[in-house]
């Protein structure tokens, strides 16, 4: 039995949930099992899916980070536990329970989808220019082992990205401004971050023109992942 991890990484709006969902439902088709998980440092914990379940520990953790009043610093270290947090999960996930779906399946093959990773969690911590080595972040965790198989990288230039966001009618003008200031102020350390990885983890990029068409990008994703 194979369990694969497959990463969807890049700036809000660029298109990562939609790629994920895409994908998704290509996996249903074909009878292959798959769960989608958070990959960076935080999840809601309210329950809505099978990939974040009823948590009253990410609910506290979600209402601690979105205080008013919170300081760069504070929020830095809860990243890092979020983070810490987040692996353990993904660890039960690839070691036990994507298993065991498997095999109620009577399948050779599980997948984690994953919407986010480490470098998502780097950048705001490079951002603040504090130290974003995975061994600092994932102290005491084997941190190779969150390492997914594939890591898709959707890049847009933050003009796309902007006016994506601001066709987003389903959200409130507030969140809108929320994004546009986290676009804003990581776009930079973002790609930092991405091209001081080692080559052990570049070698798992595969980089994609997010101004593709969606159905377009969904077929180049398709036939690298096919090859699993």
Not at 187 to 193: E, I, K, R
Request: net charge positive; with cysteine.
């Amino acid at each position: 039995m194979k369990i694969y991890t497959i990463a969807f990484e890049g700036m809000n709006c660029c298109g990562k949930g939609t790629q994920i969902q895409l994908l998704a439902n290509r996996l249903s088709s074909l009878k292959i099992p798959y769960v989608i998980l958070r990959g960076d440092s935080g999840r809601s914990g309210l329950g809505l899916s099978e990939g974040d379940p009823f948590d009253v520990w990410w609910q506290d953790f979600h209402a601690k980070f979105h205080q008013k009043n919170i300081t760069d610093q504070q929020r830095s270290g809860l990243i890092k536990k979020g983070a810490r947090k987040i692996a353990e999960e993904l660890l039960i996930w690839k070691n036990v329970k994507m298993v065991e779906k498997a095999k109620a399946t009577r399948s050779k093959l599980g997948i984690i989808l994953q919407d986010r990773t480490f470098i998502s969690v780097m950048t705001p911590l490079a951002q603040n220019n504090e130290n974003y080595s995975l061994e600092t972040i994932y102290s005491g965790i084997k941190w190779k082992m969150l390492i997914p198989d594939i890591i898709f990288y959707l890049e847009a230039p933050k003009e796309v990205l902007f006016d994506r966001l601001s066709r987003r009618f389903d959200l409130e003008r507030q969140a809108r401004e929320a994004r546009e200031r986290i676009i804003t102020q990581n776009y930079g350390s973002f790609l930092d971050v991405l091209e001081d990885l080692s080559d052990f983890i570049q070698k798992r990029v595969v980089r994609l023109d997010a101004n593709q068409p969606p159905l377009v990008m969904e077929n180049i994703i398709y036939s690298r992942v096919i090859y699993f």
